[in-house]
Nanobody, 123 residues
């Protein structure tokens, strides 16, 4: 079992940057595919980024490609989401999630979730 705790959200102006972090408990963090999802009010939870167990491979939603970067530090049991050139449409609650097996874009395939951190981008 792994528990996930996100941090780093906040209010930022359009064009600004934020770095989210997700700290995991447990000794098996490096066995998990990790991902970031987000959910805006009235919308479904959507995939943002995923990162392989060793951090060598990443995938991104088209809407964030080139602006967001996912990374992980398995020694610190932490995954990060660096966000640049933020836009008002990036406003959402951001969640980190983990799963065994292969990477996935689908929230329903992830077994472990954090509580979320709010990101608000003002225009």
């Amino acid at each position: 079992q792994v528990q996930l705790v996100e941090a780093g959200g906040g209010l930022v102006q359009a064009g600004g940057s934020l770095r989210l972090s997700c700290a995991a408990s447990g000794r098996t963090f490096s066995n998990y595919i990790m991902a970031w999802f987000r959910q805006a009010p009235g919308k479904e939870r959507e995939f943002v980024a995923a990162i392989s167990r060793d951090g060598a491979k990443t995938s991104y939603a088209d809407s964030v490609k080139g602006r967001f970067t996912a990374s992980r530090d398995n020694a610190k049991n932490t995954v990060y989401l660096q966000m640049h050139n933020l836009k008002p449409e990036d406003t959402a609650v951001y969640y980190c999630a983990g799963k065994y097996g292969g990477s996935s874009l689908h929230a329903g395939e992830y077994d472990h979730w954090g509580q979320g951190t709010q990101v608000t981008v003002s225009s």
